[in-house]
């Protein structure tokens, strides 16, 4: 018998839900959470999923999002409405801040309201960040692309940076500002340099008066001696080719130093240091496990990698814990690749052997990951794919990856929108999802300096009017101790058009929203 507590901050008292059977809690509503909590829809158990998020994010098409092919909602569809019909499942909204293993109960809080589980199985499928390798202020001028907050304040930059680049009057200005640097020639910064590049190319060539599109530069960074080092070296090669002649700048073997506003600094092999002017920066390079990892191991004992991944038993139990299960990103297990069907075997994995527990039958059985290939695209009608001893790339790898990718989306609506708009892009070369709003940018620095709770009871604090947020005194103030703004403009990129015209004078009286935009 277990209990799901809801505690009020505010003073209420708690409310109290008792289950009656064994209790299953899932943390995390990725691919390894919704497979383990599926994989039990017909087993005499209650299970409660506990996630950050509303949502199912199938991760691999973030950058699409990001690129303006598809939209958030093609990619996130509700967790909710995917599990409406598994009878025994509740989903619940919350950010798992505790787990002890001891009292066996998880605490998770959504702003003021914190709701602690008991469990008899749990699951811990959190996933993982993004790593900077020990330098997290790279994350405020480069942004990784792990959410949909990542890909929608990325749209903002990618398509802003040409919105500002129309505006600058100043030559080495508007270079900067049509330069994209990705870091990581992993499939996800391939793949993105590949879509910046076809966006400036082909969709965007004929939308601007002053400035050409075309001449955008897109320089795509790793301090890997080749581009998809996960990849076999011929299919490495080939991704490279085909990015070159798209007109992208691969540097290899180049280190990323230090990261502002106004661009990159790297060192190259020899060990020369230079800079790379780019305001509009995406870092695709390295992940990092989950927090959550640091709790399961102080309290069991078992390691964490170099990637914060915990070591757990071959049949993906932690040490010391047999009701406990790791899956995913956080599970460090015979080097298993940080890949989506590496966390729905795992899952399912996990499901066979809480049923087999229930039933009295032995456990402990070692988890066994069958690869069923990877692939990453480069462009329309580009891709590569390694499928057991098959090597290829071209336009078949293309094909096969669209169809795999349509096959893991869940949701038979999604699968149609997302066909819909692949159609519009591939063929067309047009792009529907476009649309892009300072708040996209801007609620991210806002969060880094008011926590959600201040921002959500603001009228709270006001006895003589609207509340508000001034999110750029914040920026002002971090632009005195670093030289620039961090936030962002509708572009997202802290753009200020640094040579105006001369023929228009300074503007008098307080500025517009859109004057006060592109300043910040």
């Avoid at 070692?366 to 891709?383: E, L, N, V």
Wanted: proline share 4%.
């Amino acid at each position: 018998m277990s209990t799901v507590a809801t505690h009020d901050t505010q003073g209420a008292a708690p409310r109290r839900t008792t289950l009656d059977r064994p209790h299953v809690l899932v943390i995390g509503s990725g691919f390894g959470g919704l497979f383990a909590t599926q994989g039990l829809r017909k087993a005499d158990v209650d299970v409660t999923l506990v996630s950050r998020t509303t949502h199912h994010l199938f991760q691999p098409l973030l950058y699409q999002v990001a690129t303006g092919i598809l939209s958030e909602g093609d990619i996130a569809p509700s967790t909710r409405e995917i599990l409406n019909r598994q009878q025994n499942a509740t989903v619940l909204l919350g950010d798992v801040t505790e787990i002890d293993l001891t009292a066996k109960t998880v605490t998770s809080q959504v702003l003021d309201r914190k709701t602690t589980t008991t469990y008899d199985h749990l699951v811990v499928a959190a996933g993982a960040g993004q790593s900077y390798f020990g330098n997290d202020q790279f994350a405020r001028f480069a942004p990784g692309m792990k959410s949909i907050d990542d890909a929608l304040e990325l749209r903002g930059r990618i398509f802003g940076a040409f919105e500002m680049a129309e505006l600058a009057w100043d030559e080495g200005e508007e270079e900067r500002l049509l330069t994209f640097v990705i870091v990581g020639a992993g499939p996800t910064g391939v793949e993105m340099a590949g879509q910046i590049a076809e966006l400036s190319r082909q969709t965007l060539r004929r939308d601007f008066r002053r400035i050409d599109p075309t001449r955008a530069k897109v320089v795509l960074v790793d301090a890997a001696p080749r581009v998809l080092p996960g990849f076999p070296e011929e299919l490495g090669e080939k991704a490279h080719r085909r990015l070159e002649k798209m007109g992208v700048d691969v540097q290899l073997g180049t280190m990323v130093t230090d990261v502002d506003r106004h661009g990159i600094e790297v060192k190259d092999p020899d060990g020369t240091k230079r800079r790379i002017e780019a305001r509009a920066k995406v870092w695709a390079a390295g992940v990092q496990g989950s927090a959550l990892g640091s709790l399961l191991a102080e309290q069991s004992g078992a390691q964490l990698d170099r990637a914060g991944r915990i070591q757990v038993l071959p049949d993906l139990s932690l040490p010391g814990h047999p009701e406990v299960h790791v899956v995913g990103d956080m599970a460090a297990l015979d080097g298993l690749p940080g890949v989506a069907q590496v966390a729905i075997q795992g899952g399912q994995h996990v499901a066979r052997e809480i049923r087999r527990s229930l039933a009295g039958e032995e456990t402990g059985v070692p988890f066994r990951y069958k690869d069923k290939g990877s692939m990453a695209t480069i462009s329309r009608f580009s891709a590569v794919a390694s499928v057991g001893k098959l090597r290829f790339g071209g336009f078949l790898a293309w094909v096969m990856w669209l169809a795999v990718h349509l096959l893991y989306l869940v949701g038979f609506k999604n699968r149609i929108t997302t066909l819909l708009k692949w159609t519009i892009t591939f063929i067309g070369r047009g792009r529907s999802e476009r649309a892009v709003t300072q708040q996209q940018i801007i609620a991210r620095r806002a969060l880094e300096h008011h926590s959600p709770q201040d921002l959500v009871h603001l009228d709270d604090r006001s006895d003589s009017g609207p509340a508000s947020v001034d999110v750029r005194d914040d920026q002002e103030a971090t632009a005195g101790e670093t030289g620039g703004t961090t936030g962002g403009t509708m572009a997202g990129l802290d753009a200020t058009v640094e040579q105006q015209r001369p023929d228009h004078p300074e503007p008098e009286g307080p500025p517009s929203a859109t004057e006060e935009a592109a300043h910040r």
